[in-house]
Structure formats: C-alpha cells, structure tokens
C-alpha cells in the first residue's frame, strides 16, 4: 500500500513537472524524390556552442548505418543508448515523417537549434539546422538534396 | 532427427527461401557489373591528398569523397545553385557522369533484405537464413546416411529424377548456401544487436583546431599518407572550426584542415573486421567472384526447394494410414516396420489388411515403437528396408538399442522380410542384421529371413503364400504400390523365336490405338506414346488382375514404338495372356521408371550383357547408341537357329557402328556355351577396358546374373578390382527377375 501510495505520488509530480516545464513539439519532414534507397533521418537537439544536446526522434532500422549520418554521428559521438524507444522505420522518397515529442521550455528561444541530418545507403548525408525559437516555429525551410520541406510546431 | 531437422525448415521456409534466394541471384550479379562499368583503377601509389586534389579542380563545391567496394570513386557536391553526386575517373579526378542507383536493384535489395516489410520481414528473411543453415546441416548428414558414409557422399547419385537433382545440386550448392545462411543470419543478429556492437568505439572529436588558413588540400600530410585503395569516405569541413573525417579501411579518424595533421584516430574493432568481412563475403562487394557462386549456389536452391517438395509429398503420399490398428497391449499380431521412403510401409499395409481379413487383431507400428513385451502377441512380423549402404532405416533406427531391453525370449514366433535393391552392393545389410540379432537371441522363425529385390509384387506374393502355410489357411497378398493410371497400348506386330528349343519368346510392338483422341486427351498429351527410355519398365496387368507384371522396354518414346520382349512362361499368368494376343489387340498398361538402370553419360565403353529375354533392354540401348560409342555385347540364348534375338537387327547396328561387337554363347548346340564362359574366356579383354572406365550392364535371370558376377569378379582379381566396387561407382548395374 505504501509502495503504491509512493508511486502514484511520483507519478503525479512527474506528470506535474512535464505540465510546467515541456511544451509539445511536431517535427514535420518532407523528402524530395532524390532516388535512392529509403532515407535515414536523425532529428537531434544542439546547444549553443554546437554540442549535441539529445536525439529526438531516429527514423531508419538498421543501427549498423546510423553512422551514415555523418554530422549526427560526429556530434552526438554515436549515441546508440540515447535512441531507446525514439527509432522507426526509414522514410522513402517522397514521403513525410511526421513525429511527435516534448522539448523542455528552457530550450526554447534559448540559442538552440533542431538538427536534421539525411542519409541514404550509398549517397552522403546532409545536415540542416533551424533555431528553436517560437519565432521559427511553423515556417518552412528548405533542404538542398533529401528535404523538401521540414517546420516544426511548438 | 535430422530428417525432421530437414523437412521442418524445408517447408516452413521454402516459400520464403525462394523469394530471398531469388532475389539474392539477381543481387548477386551486382558486384561483377559494377566491376565491369568502374572506371580503370588509378595508380597503385595514388594517395587521397591527390585524388581529393584532383578532383576538387574538376568539382566546384566538393563535400564529400567515397570510393565503392567495387572501386568506383563517387564524389558528392554541393553549391548554391546544384549539388548531387558524380562518379569521379580517379586517373584524372574528372567527371564521368552522374551517379545514379538502379530503382529496380533497390526493389530488389528491399525485397531481399526485409520483404518489402519493416522489422517483420527482417526477422522474416533472418529466419530464412537459419533455416537455411539447418538444411545444409541436415541435408549434409542425410547425404552422408544415404550414401553409407561421408566418405560415398561423391558417389553416383541413385534414384528417381527428383531424387537425382536433389543429390546432385545439393552438393554442388551445399558450400555456397551454407556460406550465404551463415553470413546472413550473422548480418540479421548484428542488425537486431544480438551481437556485440559492431561500431565499436568512435574516434575523440578534437576539443580544438588549429583554426589557422586551410591548406591546400594536396598537401594535408594525414591524407597523403592513404593510398586510395584504402579510402571508405572522406566528408570536408563545412567551415573553418570543422575538420576533415576520414574512413578508411582499417579505422576513421579526424584530420586538420590547416595543418593536415590526424587530431584523433581510431582504428576498427575486432567486432567491425568481423561484420566487414561477414558482409563483404555475402554481397560479394569487393568480390565478386564469390558474389557470382553464391548467386549460382542460391540459383540451385530454388531448384532444391522445389524437388525437396516433391520428395516430401511423395513420401508423405506414400505413407499409408492402417485401418482397424489395434494397440500392442491387445493385439495378437505385431507388424513392425522398417522404412524410408514409406514404399515399406505400403507392403506393410497390405499385410495388415489381408491378416485383419482374415480375423486378426493387428497392431502395425514403426520398429523404432517395439515394446518390451507383447502381451497378447502370438505372432510377429518384420518389414524393413535398408538405408544407404547397410544402415537402418529412419523408422528402425532405435530399434537394436530397443531390442537390449526386450524382456525375455518371445514364446510367439517371428517372420522377417527386407527389402532392398540387388544393385546396392549390400543387399538389404540391415535385415539381415536384424534376421542375426533375432536369431542370436534364440527367437524363434516362423519363417527364414527372406529378401524382397526392388519391391517385387510378385516376391511378395509368394512370401505371403510362405506365410499363409505357417498360418494353416491361404493368405493372398496383392500388393499395389499405388495404383498407377493405366493406358491402353495396341499391339501392332509381334516376332516369334525359341519356339524349337522349348522357349517360345516374342518381341512385341505396341502404339497409341489409332483413335482419334479427344480434345482433352490432345491438350494433356495423352494421346501419344507415354514417356520412357529403353530400360525403364512397363506394367502390364493381365485381364482380372490388380497385379501388375513388369517388363523392360527395349525401346525410348523417340523410337515411336514401345517394345518388350517376353518368353511365355509355363503356368505365367501375364506372359501366356500376351503371347495369346494377336496384333489389333489392346493391353493396358503404364510406365514404370527405371532411372538406375541407364548408361552412364560420357565416352567410356559399355559392356552389355544379357541372356535370352535379358537383351531386350540391351538392344534399346543398342538402339539409341546414334553416336557410335564403344559398345559391346554380350548374348546368350539356347540356339543360334531357334532363339537368337534380334538377329537381323544386330547385323544392321554391327555396320551401322551402334554395335562395337558381338560375343554370342548357346546352350543347345554342339559347341555349347552359356554367357559367362565367354566372359571367362575374354577376362583379359574385359579388364582392359574396365580399367579404362567402363561399364557393365547385365539384364536376364538371377542365375544367369550370379554366374555372370562371378566370371566378371574372377576377372577383376588380379587388378585388384571387384563387383563391389564397381556397383559403389554405379559401374555394374543389374536388372535381374
């Protein structure tokens, strides 16, 4: 009885917390028909001074080729572990990966950027960056190979 | 176990495996194209520092360098205005045109790799590869069983079409599929981390950089120390606080773009060789020469897909469900089993229903299933076949294991009945193990161990007289394998000899009746001749009969003709209704192949030889022999006036060179002789061209064939060559009755 009453108290502080301190956040990613196998994707937090900060959201199923995305991989130093239960399948040409997560208030308008970096098995991968202001949210900017178009919503 | 080991993969994921093997195939040729449309390798001493140089002068906006397995060198850029990758000539650094990927290769890949399907196909397609490597395993110590050993498992495959193509590509493939299993379900459990991680550590991401003006780069010293041959991928910096990251074979690392020296390296853990080795060996990406056997390999397990299919059903057809089983606690009659293939199980059926027709309580079970003790039992009866070269069948494997631990010495007797094949150098070995391990024991016969050559009906039936006298009532054993769909042949012309010696033997000719056949009988092919080679058999069944009585054709479909060659036996049921047929007549009969009793491909001489009606298969090979090879017969009959067979005929093939030459024996005349005295006579002969490859075919009675082997064994000896020896190479065949 104790140990449920404990639970459900940490529970609802924890419920409470995300209440008052993340927002949520759409990520919307469109793929031009660049012709190629269907395309990795890693969506991932940055800091001010360029380190990574947290993989949002991993599209693609082979973990072996998550270093194909070059910049992900470079800066985030191959963060397998921090991929739990944020992986789906890889995006063909063409189509829209649409993902649905929380960002935390203190992250936003606060200098950081989202970071999509594509790859497709043998072309390289490019990387784009977008502030992470209220200001940005739902414009759409352009990628110059794989993306069509990629907003995010806050 | 292994036969389960096999069959269970095998139709579970035969579906499957053909669909990745298919596909493998066509991803197979992939490598080798790509090798062939690469452009000429650069220089062996060509660096990266001047490949990277070269082509940045042909490449405004260069971000990023590969170089394929196949030794393709792709260069991606980007600018303002454009960007999209380009295959790079590597002599030059120039531009050879745009880098595409074929949508039909990625189809392909795709369906290969997960079914078109997301992490289900991949465990789909992993799965495929497991069962793919518990066939080879298990098809692997099958072939050995069925060959008597694994040293035999080279031998000269035997048996039906099906059964041939599965042995043969088998083998040929084994290697290369257990290669592809291997790897791939390497590949899979890499992929779902069942195995160590195969990236391994990262190289340390420089803290700083130099920061100063960035080289040119064909002087960056970390890049001029990479031949290309070793290059993966090179990604340039995308403003100055970036550096350069280099792949190579052997590791990645970090490079300064002012001062061109390697910040951070790390070379690749064993786990990555690992996986780049297991990967490369099953793409054949960098090799694609393996790539090609693979393909070939995989190519043969869709063929082997589909035979083993075939096999299974056959077996499974022929395995018969008993009727009115007793239990072994109840039954007073034991009818226990020794079967492969199931043809035993059939003949097992028939006495089953024939004795619980005659008022006994059967119990018919696998001898693998012998109790301890039976305790109603008052007779008992054991069929069995012989796996391989004297091994036990699959259903009787246990059954010397099981036979320790029977309590006692049975009171009821026992009747013992192997089946087996004359051609097999140990002729149906495991029943007579059983007939002494029964015997040893002091078990008591109710009749002597008997031995059944290629399922004769006919042997079957007398054996069943045997035991219906044991029994004190008659006791009618009608075998029908399973019962074949008969055709109705017209008898168009018959040749009588023998008749003065007390022999009367007549060729007979048959055709499809001169019906007009209906529209039906035209679209399956019905109409027309049946299929067979000279050598197989026709069953011919007599007016009233269920049994059929088997003949060897003299003849192939291609002679337009179906001919057999019967001597009237007195008393024969089947022989006395064909020799009272005149031409006009029908019989009904079917096909029966006989697939072991051929010629064996190639140049080597064959000798033939047969007695009285033994010739007919003979003279069809005779027959067909268009291209002349060494053939030489031999032929005994009773007198040269009355009974010489085919007389005319082998004149003709004598000048027409079908016929090498002819040796004849007769029993009847002055000089008489039977076969084997000439065989005796012409030892020397013989063994040379033994030694040179070739063969012997021997078709007549089973006297005849006894005396034969013996002359032949005789004049094998001082080669140190023997019967058993030839039989093993498939070399001396038999078709005895």
């Known amino acids: ?154 | 176990m292994f036969r389960q080991l096999h069959k269970i993969p095998g139709l579970f994921a035969a579906l499957l495996i053909v669909v990745v093997a298919a596909s493998g195939v066509v991803l197979s040729l992939v490598p080798a194209l790509d090798t062939l449309s690469a452009p000429p390798a650069p220089a062996a001493q060509m660096n990266v520092a001047e490949l990277a140089a070269s082509v940045q002068r042909h490449l405004p906006g260069l971000a990023n360098l590969s170089r394929q397995p196949s030794g393709k060198i792709i260069a991606a850029y980007s600018t303002d205005t454009a960007q999209g990758q380009d295959v790079i000539d590597p002599r030059t650094g120039a531009v050879v045109g745009p880098y595409t990927t074929s949508a039909f290769v990625r189809w392909m890949t795709s369906l290969h790799r997960s079914l078109f399907l997301r992490t289900e196909g991949r465990i789909a397609v992993g799965l495929s590869a497991l069962a793919m490597v518990l066939l080879c395993v298990s098809g692997a110590v099958l072939l050995a069983r069925r060959m008597g050993g694994w040293r035999k498992v080279f031998g000269p495959a035997r048996g039906s079409l099906s059964h041939r193509l599965h042995i043969e590509l088998g083998r040929f493939a084994i290697m290369g599929l257990m290669l592809s299993g291997v790897t791939g379900l390497w590949m899979s459990m890499a992929n779902f981390n069942l195995l160590p991680n195969a990236m391994g550590a990262m190289p340390q991401f420089p803290a700083s950089v130099n920061g100063g003006k960035p080289a040119p780069i064909g002087t960056l010293q970390a890049l001029q120390a990479i031949p290309v041959s070793d290059l993966r991928n090179l990604t340039f910096p995308t403003d100055p606080s970036d550096v350069f990251t280099v792949t190579t074979a052997g590791g990645m690392g970090y490079i300064d773009q002012a001062t061109g020296k390697m910040l951070s390296y790390q070379a690749n853990g064993v786990w990555k060789k690992i996986y780049e080795w297991i990967y490369m060996l099953h793409t054949g990406e960098g090799f694609w020469s393996l790539g090609l056997i693979l393909g070939l390999a995989s190519l043969c397990s869709l063929v082997l897909s589909w035979t083993g299919t075939i096999l299974w059903w056959r077996r499974r057809q022929s395995l018969p469900k008993m009727k009115h089983n007793h239990i072994a606690h109840t039954a007073d009659t034991i009818i226990l089993v020794g079967s492969d293939g199931g043809a035993t199980w059939g003949f097992a059926r028939t006495l089953h229903d024939a004795l619980t027709a005659s008022g006994y309580k059967c119990h018919t079970a696998s001898m693998n299933q012998l109790a301890r003790h039976y305790a109603h039992a008052q007779r008992m009866f054991i069929l069995t076949s012989t796996h391989g070269d004297g091994a036990a069948p699959e259903s009787a494997r246990n059954f010397m294991a099981r036979l320790e631990k029977f309590h006692g010495t049975p009171k009821f007797p026992v009747a013992l009945l192997g089946f087996g094949d004359r051609q097999f150098p140990k002729f149906s070995q495991f029943g007579h193990d059983v007939a002494a391990a029964v015997d040893a024991r002091k078990w008591y016969a109710m009749l002597p161990y008997h031995a059944i050559d290629r399922q004769s009906v006919q042997d079957f039936a007398r054996w069943g007289r045997a035991v219906g006298e044991a029994l004190g009532h008659a006791l009618e054993l009608t075998h029908q394998p399973v019962r074949p769909r008969t055709r109705r042949l017209e008898l168009v012309e018959r040749i009588d000899y023998g008749h003065e010696v007390q022999a009367p033997t007549t060729v007979f000719r048959f055709l499809a009746p001169d019906v007009p056949p209906t529209f039906w009988e035209r679209v399956t092919g019905r109409a027309a001749l049946p299929r067979f080679e000279a050598g197989d058999l026709v069953g011919i069944l007599p007016p009233g009969s269920d049994l059929p009585r088997f003949y060897s054709l003299a003849t192939s479909s291609r002679d337009g003709f179906l001919e057999i060659c019967v001597r009237k036996h007195p008393g024969g049921e089947c022989s006395g209704y064909l020799h009272s047929l005149e031409p006009g007549e029908t019989v009904e009969c079917f096909i029966k192949q006989n697939p072991d009793f051929r010629p064996v491909k190639g140049r080597a001489p064959i000798i033939l030889i047969g007695a009285g009606t033994g010739i007919g298969p003979l003279a069809g090979f005779i027959r067909a022999n268009a291209r002349g090879r060494a053939m030489h017969l031999y032929f005994g009959g009773r007198d040269p006036k009355s009974d010489f067979l085919y007389a005319e005929e082998i004149e003709s093939w004598l000048t027409e060179r079908r016929l090498t030459s002819l040796t004849t024996a007769f029993s009847r005349i002055s000089d008489r002789a039977y076969v084997q005295d000439r065989i005796v006579e012409d030892a020397h002969r013989l063994r040379t061209m033994i030694e040179r490859g070739a063969q012997i075919m021997v078709c007549g009675g089973r006297d005849m064939a006894e005396g034969v082997m013996q002359a032949v064994e005789e004049a094998l000896a001082p080669v140190g060559l023997s019967v058993v020896k030839l039989k093993a190479e498939g070399r001396y065949l038999e078709d005895v009755y």
Do not use: C
């Open chain 1, 1 to 154: 009885m104790k140990k449920l009453a404990t639970a459900l108290v940490l529970i609802g502080s924890l419920a409470a917390a995300r209440q008052v301190q993340a927002k949520p956040l759409t990520l919307i990613t469109k793929l031009r028909y660049f012709g190629g196998y269907s395309a990795y994707i890693a969506l991932y937090l940055v800091d001010p001074h360029g380190h990574y900060v947290k993989t949002l959201w991993m599209a693609g199923g082979y973990p072996y080729y998550y270093h194909e995305m070059t910049d992900w991989f470079r800066r985030s130093r191959g963060d397998y572990k921090g991929l739990n239960g944020i992986t789906g399948g890889s995006v063909g040409a063409g189509r829209t990966l649409t993902v649905h997560t929380h960002v935390a208030d203190a992250l936003i308008n606060a200098g950081y950027k989202i970071y999509v970096d594509v790859a497709s098995q043998g072309m390289w991968s490019d990387a784009m960056s977008v502030p992470l202001t209220t200001n940005e949210s739902g414009k759409v900017i352009h990628g110059r190979n794989y993306v069509a178009g990629f907003e995010y919503r806050l």
